[in-house]
């Protein structure tokens, strides 16, 4: 047994880093630049470098960054903005935060990112952009979604809040659309020690909007040219990020080598099923998810057993008490319904041992073992 497995291990990322992180924490209180400054302005123009795009803005959270992204594109009341209904609740609440309505569409059940086709069908005059989601860290099927835009005459925005290293044939996540928005909660691939995010793009004046935007309107001190609000990523959590970011790729080869030894061991086994990888995308696993019939009942035997996994999500959003007012029932979206029942999220993250590996995967051996013998 390799003890106690969490679902994923922040503190063993903070060991193998402490000493950069410590530094870089006596650099910003010495400098007592708390809020934007120095550190912000680095840690974008390294991550703007990063996925590709000309500039990129520190907001609040991956929430404020889709947020101030469509406002920024001036989408609000009686525009329509496309999501995929197999996502985090974000996405929706961005489009609803700013006046516009959440249109959802069913997502591809092999590859779990929203269906193109689907899109397709979903577009009225008055859909105003495309927000796709890479999720679990794969991206979505951009090309028919660029090209669609394209002939309707829509932008689209990313949200590649699960997706930091993706690459969707050969182009990182964060410069394909229009404008991506990132998200740096503490356990995504790139974690801040707190709240935090970013808007990436390489359009000038999104990004001087998005700039004003993020602090209370403002084109210079005191002087507020729009009604702006306060998401400012700060130097502290800038100055971690920027420690962080040159370890970024050998973190997501250990996802990718992790995700390779579980679908090498749990093979064949019970009725399992997995994500399947796109020939388009890379994959950076933000999330390792499988499927099964008895997905409740193996995820207490883990549980019991030490194991700690997650569901992502286990409610679709247009069954949330929150998303009623979009008059949608159970069988509106099958796919995404059959994920929200069949599917958990095993224990990912770079330290993750073989050993923990091995002990994963005989305890889901043994459970559907148990199962056969009864
Ligand atoms: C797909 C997706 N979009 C948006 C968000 C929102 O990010 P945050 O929690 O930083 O607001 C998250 C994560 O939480 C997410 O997974």
Redesign the pocket.
């Known amino acids: 047994m390799a003890g106690i497995v969490p679902f994923v291990d922040l503190v063993a990322q903070y060991e193998s880093i402490a000493e950069e992180i410590d530094r870089a924490f006596h650099e910003v209180t010495a400098s007592a630049q708390y809020i934007l400054g120095a550190r912000v302005e680095q840690f974008e123009q390294e991550f703007a470098h990063y996925v590709g795009a000309e500039h990129a803005v520190g907001v609040g ?4 960054a ?1 947020r101030l992204g469509l406002l920024a594109l001036e989408i609000g009341p009686g525009d329509e903005v496309i999501i995929p209904a197999n ?2 609740i ?2 929706a609440l961005a489009v609803s935060e700013v006046g516009a309505d959440v249109v959802l569409v069913d997502c591809d059940p092999a590859t779990y990112n929203i269906d193109p086709d689907a899109v397709a069908a979903a577009v009225t005059p008055r859909t105003r952009a495309l927000l796709p ?1 890479h ?1 679990t860290g794969q991206a979505a099927a951009m090309r028919p979604l660029l090209e669609l835009a394209t002939a309707k005459s829509l932008v689209v925005v990313e ?1 590649a ?2 997706a930091h290293g993706t690459r969707y044939e050969g182009r990182p996540c964060g410069s394909l659309g229009k404008l991506a ?1 990132f ?3 503490p356990g ?1 691939n790139l974690g801040a020690y707190g ?3 970013m808007v990436t793009t390489s359009d000038t004046t999104l990004v001087e909007r998005t700039r004003r935007l993020r602090n209370y309107g403002e084109r210079a001190k005191y002087e507020h040219v729009v009604k702006g609000v306060n998401s400012r990523l700060d130097g502290l959590q800038a100055a971690f990020l920027s420690v962080k970011l040159p370890h970024l790729a050998s973190w997501n080869e250990a996802r990718l080598r992790h995700a390779d030894a579980y679908i090498r061991e749990l093979d064949g086994v019970g009725d399992l099923a997995w994500q399947q990888r796109s020939d388009s995308s890379t994959h950076v696993y933000h999330l390792f998810v499988i499927e099964t019939k008895e997905r409740d009942a193996l995820r207490t035997f883990l549980t019991e057993r030490g194991i700690h996994t997650g569901i992502h999500y286990p409610i679709p959003i247009h069954l949330q008490e929150a998303y009623r007012d979009l008059g949608l029932g159970r069988g509106a979206f099958p796919h995404t319904e059959r994920l929200a029942e069949e599917t958990l999220s095993l224990p990912m993250y770079p330290e993750l041992t073989e050993a923990q590996i091995v002990s994963i995967t005989n305890t889901i051996r043994e459970f559907f073992a148990t199962r056969r013998s009864r």
């Open positions: 959270s991956g929430l404020d889709l996502t985090y974000a996405t989601v999720f949200d809040a699960q928005c998200s740096f909660y995504k709240d935090g995010g």
